[in-house]
């Protein structure tokens, strides 16, 4: 049974400010949950992790590997009868979890998502090799999906060297005003 947690309306309304999102007016219908491709990987459905944060349940919600497997496909939103923005509501709890030095539910996923920033950052764009291999090498795993990245190389879905964008500057701008948030 989900209870009542002390200060429970802080919770709710720094994620509504931090998402931009009034989750509040969720039916609890599960059609986001029943929509989710990536559901069999988080410990609460959507649905659930709402109520929790409307709850006032800021420990469980912010450490809960849900905020972390939600790649933000949207799928949930097109099905939703309210169409609330969950992607928005779970970023807005990353960034608090960040924010407050919690003990992230799926560290795995934070780091491959700082090495995809480093590369946007560096080129502009994208570059899944270099992706990869930074991962592979923070991870000290070089070989487990070697046939997976081999065969991306054979089909040309992974290039060997990065695309840049033109304007540097505005990446320059990007990066230096979103540090500073």
């Known amino acids: 049974m989900i209870e009542l947690q002390k200060g429970h309306t802080d919770l709710a309304t720094d994620i509504q400010k931090r998402s931009g999102i009034n989750f509040n007016a969720c039916l609890h219908c599960r059609t986001c949950s029943n929509a989710c ?60 979890a960040l924010a407050k030095g919690v003990k992230i539910g799926e560290p795995d996923i934070l780091s491959f998502h700082n090495e995809v920033l480093k590369t946007v950052e560096k080129y502009g764009r994208t570059h899944k090799l270099e992706i990869m291999m930074r991962y592979k090498l923070k991870k000290r795993d070089f070989l487990s999906d070697m046939g997976v990245g081999l065969k991306m190389l054979k089909k040309r879905k992974l290039d060997l060297t990065p695309s840049k964008i033109k304007d540097k500057q505005a990446l320059v701008k990007i990066f230096k005003h979103n540090s500073k948030t």
């Open 37 to 96: 491709p990536f559901v069999a990987g988080m410990d609460y459905l959507p649905n659930v992790l709402l109520r929790m944060v409307q709850m006032g349940m800021e420990e469980q919600a912010l450490e809960s590997s849900t905020i972390w497997v939600c790649v933000g496909c949207n799928t949930c939103c097109s099905f939703c009868p309210m169409a609330i923005d969950i992607p928005a509501v779970m970023d807005g709890l990353r960034e608090k």
